[in-house]
Structure formats: C-alpha cells, structure tokens
C-alpha cells in the first residue's frame, strides 16, 4: 500500500524525463542537495544537442568520453544538401517493388531517410568494422558549423566520404573508430520504431565501447542483451593465449520491451515430435510441463483440488493457472495425469502449433552456438565466385534476427535496415524468409560505392547488388519450382506447396545519393548572386537531372515512402508520375498547360506537384491554385 505524496507534482522532475524522453543520450548521474546520487541531466551535451557550433564544458561526470566527440554530436545533426537519384537500369522490378538499395555514404543515407523513416523501421542489423587494425573505416570531415558544412556538402566531391585504414600504430586508433559510429547509429535510433530493435555484430576489440556508446544513445534502460555468437567449429585466432572461436552480437530497444520470442530449434522440435494426438494432428506434437509450482507466493486462489479421470488431485504448493484456465484444459484435452511411484501430478500438454496452424516460440538465448562464418564463405563463393568478401555473415544468422523481432512475416510495415551491407546478407537473409514465411518484409539496405579488387566489378557496391540479382533470382526459381503442381501419382511424395499463390518480391529499386538536383545558385544569398548569374536562375534545376529525379527529391522532402509504386503516364503528351495510385501526381514537363491541369486535379490526388519553371504562361501558375480549389480541394499543392 503506498501513502499520498501530500504535495502537488514535482514539474521539474517531469521536465526532466521528458527532455530524457527526446535525448536520451543527455543522461547522466549527480548528486542532488541532500548528496544523494540520482538520475540528471548533462546540460554541456543538452546545449550541444541544440547548437549548430561547438560546445565546450569541461565539468566531469560519468560518461564515455573520447576526443573528436562534440565534433562527432555536431555532425550527427548538420543538414546537407543530397538528394536520392533513382538508377532503373541497375535495378529489379522498379516500379513494384518495395525494396531499396542506397548507393552512397551511409551517413548522408540515414540523414536523407530521417523525414521518411523516421520511427518506421522495426529492425537494424549491421555489421560495421570491427576496428581491428587491418580493417577500414569511414573518414567524415567534421563540420565547424552548419552553414559551412551546408556549404561544402552541396558541392561535387569525386571522393566524398571515403574508407581509410585505421591501423593499431594510430595514436587516436580507439576514438576515430568511435567518432565513425557514433553519428551513425544516433540517426539510426531516430528510425526505430518503438518496439524496434538494433542489432549490431562486433568482436572483443570494441564490444565494451560499442555498450557504452549505445547505453547513452539508446539509454540504459533500452539495453536488451549482449549474445556470444559462436562463429567458428575449429579453433580459431590465438588472443593473449586463449583460441577466440566466438564474436558479440549487441542488442538495444527503441523503448522498453516486454518480450522476445525466437522459433524453436531442431532439437526442440524433435521433442514436440516424440508426442502426437490424433485428436489434434494439425497443431503437431506436444511437450507436457508440471501444472503445479513448488513455490508459494500467498495467492490462494490458485490452490484447490481438481477433478480428473476419477481422481482428485491437490498441488503441493499451488497450481500455475487458475481454476478456470484448468476447466478449460480439461474440456480442450489439454492435460496429462502422470503417477510415478504412486503420487499423481497433472502435466499440461503444450503443442508445437496452435489452433491457426501457427508455430510455438520460445524466448531466445544470449548464447548462439553457430551458423558459423565457413557457411557464410561459402553461400557468397556459391553465387559469386571466391576471394570476394572476408568473412561475410551467414544468412542463417541473419534470419534468425529477423524472425525474433516479428510476430509473423506478414506483419505489416516491417522494415529491416542494414546501413553497413557490404556482402548483402541481410537483404539476401530478408529475401529468404518472406519466401518460406510468406513474409512482405521490406529491406533497405546502404553501401558505399567504394573500389573493388575484383575487376569484373567497379565497387564494392556492384558487388553487392549482383549478389542480392543473383539471390534473389535462386529464390524465386525455387519458390516456383514449389508451386508446381505433382502428379495424380506422386501425391504422396510431394512436398507440401508454399501457403502464398503470390510470388515472393525479390527486387530492388537502387537509388544513389548525389548532389541536390537544385542549381548551387538556389542555396546562395541575394547578396551572394553575380548579375551575370541571374539569367540562369530563370530554371533552378540543373540541366542533367530527369523527371525521375525529381520525384525522387519531392518524395524525400515530403517525406513520403520511397517504396512506394510508380506508374508513368502520358497525358496531353506530357508525362505524369502517379506514386501509390493517386497518393501524390508528379509532373516537371516543360509546357503545362490549364487543360493538363485540370485533366490531373480530375484524379484528385492526395498531393500533386508541379516544376516552377514549367508552365507555358504566367497566368497558368497562377491560375493552378484556382483550379485544384475547384476541381479538388483537398490536394495538396506544392511546386518546385
């Protein structure tokens, strides 16, 4: 029983968990008037957290700290000037698929998918560089300010971002590594959703930073579980004398979770095998468990005798379920009366499937004992060719991360995101089982266009891409192959067809993050502007961009899902973008004209756009909001 607090609420304490609410990564612990060590605020990165410059603040406290990690904080929050171009000729299925692949620098990825994703993606896995001293990491230049950092970023850069080698000689060997991660993954928790999860494969070299780096990102309370994965059958590298034969898989929450549930092993199925019921042959085979506890935890009601197949029956301490939970078991045949040495105990039977025909979970183990990396090896050498990638995860891994964040494949809106994707596992993984679950699971994954050592590929990139082609194509042949109705004769034989007529999407829309498709006039001050200049402002785009590149910056900037489908039409001989059915109208032709106008306000779209500098007359542009206010009032209009 709790007492009143007899005192109106603490607003300052409720300011403060909100504003924990917002930046978790602002926590700290101090000591409050009475010397007492509660839960506070870090003011020093708070005002970090709301400046565009530098901020100094030179008070200890317990935290995680490292040099270059205000500049680190200041980058995670500057704007750049990129946009998304799409790529169809590199691309599967384009127009229906809901799959995306970003070509460009993972960070300028996760800061254009902000408006879009934000608080939309269920899952993260990455695999970034474990910092070991022969591996790569990504060279960001800070940014001193936003406005320079604007500036730079909007201009074309052959390099860009670039992977460099971060080796043990170097004396900021730990910090650079954080300094790479740090932005990365606070734009990355912007994105979960709130019963989204991060996973994030790393070894022993940075396991204990990657925690605490987390721990102020994600906040403590959001720490799910650090899994030992045993990635390896044999012995493996000797480190300081032990054979190191396991790797770390770190796990973190949006927000608190209540639970996670993970598919059975082989080994427990086999259990669930040893049992059937004819009576319920569809749910499979079952396990029994005790009904009773050997604990007493003063509830009484869940002590009385029950009545089964002539006995009555008595709990040593009490029963698990409630009386009315057991007259239900007993109507539905769901226990089991065992004696042994002549004591009786009731057992209730636990079947493998429930009445939908839908597999048991259970919770999974902070302990994996394989799939190990020689499988991973050896599914890319299968698709691709050997000394490809080194140490590419196995798909089996990845599939297992996917299947403990989701309740069914079909769960809707279930977006897995992977920003390091360099061999492809994870849409490879993604691909896979929405094949065998009948899953719509979508995949967004990054990588960055860096060169390759096999010359039958420029990047890195390519590579990656060719092995989600060539995957995705197996998965699909083999998806079709279950269709295939057996003859009258093999009826018996036949594998039991997949649960979906609807074939599994194997494609990807690739888009490569570039330069804004606005002239770099458009970012300049009026003062800044030559007159010689002012002729060519007449049009803001720049000349080499498409329609297509267009939509795809208006989907950016009006945060709208770029997996969307499109569909192209002509009409009055211009094109006409649709995106979603009538979700949002795009048309950036030159020569647009009041008839095109209205015949597009006549499909009442949701949104509609138009290029500024497009309309054949001035009074058409002015007469557009006249229009759609008539024909269709509630489109949003905009124009670029």
């Keep these: 029983m709790s007492d009143f607090k007899m005192h109106s609420p603490d607003l300052s304490r409720q300011n403060v968990e909100k504003l924990l609410a917002l930046f978790p990564n602002v926590a700290t612990e101090t000591r409050d008037e009475t010397g007492a060590v509660v839960r506070g605020i870090d003011f020093d990165r708070l005002r970090q957290e709301l400046s565009n410059r530098i901020v100094e603040g030179p008070d200890e406290r317990y935290r995680l700290d490292w040099p270059g990690k205000r500049e680190a904080m200041l980058l995670a929050n500057a704007p750049i000037a990129k946009t998304l171009r799409p790529c169809r000729e590199e691309s599967v299925d384009f127009d229906t698929t809901r799959n995306l692949f970003i070509e460009g620098d993972n960070l300028e990825a996760l800061k254009l998918l902000q408006e879009t994703y934000l608080g939309k993606v269920k899952l993260i896995y990455i695999d970034p560089p474990y910092n070991t001293g022969n591996d790569f990491i990504y060279e960001d230049d800070f940014a001193e300010d936003t406005e320079s950092y604007l500036q730079r970023s909007n201009q074309k850069d052959e390099q860009g971002n670039r992977l460099v080698a971060n080796t043990e000689s170097n004396g900021r060997f730990h910090s650079d590594w954080l300094n790479m991660m740090y932005p990365r993954l606070k734009l990355a928790r912007n994105l979960l959703k709130d019963d989204g999860v991060i996973f994030v494969s790393i070894d022993g070299v940075e396991s204990d930073n990657l925690r605490l780096m987390m721990s102020e990102i994600f906040g403590t309370e959001n720490f799910v579980e650090e899994i030992v994965w045993r990635n390896k059958n044999n012995s493996g590298a000797l480190t300081k004398g032990f054979s190191n034969v396991h790797e770390y898989i770190v796990c973190f929450s949006r927000k608190p979770l209540e639970t996670i549930l993970a598919p059975l092993g082989e080994d427990a199925i086999k259990d669930y095998d040893k049992n059937r019921d004819d009576k319920y042959e569809r749910r499979g085979g079952f396990v029994t ?46 226990l089991v009366l065992n004696q042994n040495d002549g004591r009786l105990a009731l057992r209730s039977k636990q079947y493998l499937k429930d009445e939908n025909g839908v597999m048991r979970k259970t919770k999974p183990l902070s302990w994996l004992n394989g799939p190990y990396n020689q499988e991973g090896s050896k599914e890319v050498q299968s698709i ?21 964040s989701t309740n069914e494949g079909n769960e809707n809106s279930f977006v897995a995101l992977d920003f390091f994707a360099g061999s492809g596992t994870t849409a490879h993984a993604l691909l896979k089982l929405n094949a065998e679950d009948s899953g719509s699971r979508q995949f967004i994954v990054v990588q960055l266009p860096d060169a390759s050592s096999r010359q039958d590929y420029n990047t890195i990139a390519d590579v990656t891409k060719e092995r989600i082609r060539r995957a995705g194509k197996k998965i699909l042949e083999e998806w079709e192959a279950k269709q295939t109705k057996p003859s009258q004769g093999d009826l018996l034989e036949a594998a039991e067809p997949t649960t979906s007529s609807t074939p599994p999407d194997v494609g990807f829309r690739v888009l490569k993050i570039d330069s804004s498709n606005f002239d770099e006039s458009f970012y300049k001050k009026p003062d800044q502007v030559l007159q010689t200049e002012l002729l060519g402002m007449v049009d803001n785009i720049k000349p080499d961009r498409s329609g297509e590149d267009l939509l795809f910056q208006v989907l950016l900037d009006w945060g709208v899902d770029l997996s969307y489908p499109i569909v192209r039409e002509t009409i009055l001989g211009k094109t006409v973008y649709f995106v979603n059915g009538t979700g949002l109208v795009a048309c950036f032709d030159h020569g647009v004209n009041e008839e095109l106008i209205r015949a597009i306000a006549a499909r009442k779209p949701m949104r509609a756009v138009f290029r500024d500098g497009s309309y054949d007359r001035d009074d058409t542009k002015i007469n557009t909001a006249q229009i759609f206010a008539q024909i269709s009032p509630s489109t949003d209009l905009r124009t670029l």
């Design 384 to 404: 691709l060719g050997s000394g490809i990638f080194d140490f590419p995860k196995p798909v089996n891994l990845v599939k297992y991360l996917l299947s403990i």
């Design 289 to 334: 468990q005790p009904l009773a506890t050997g604990s007493k935890d003063s509830r009484p009601n869940l002590r009385y005798p029950i009545e089964f197949k002539g006995h009555t029956i008595w709990p040593e301490k009490q029963w698990l379920w409630s009386k009315e939970r057991v007259e239900a078991a007993i109507k539905n045949d769901e």
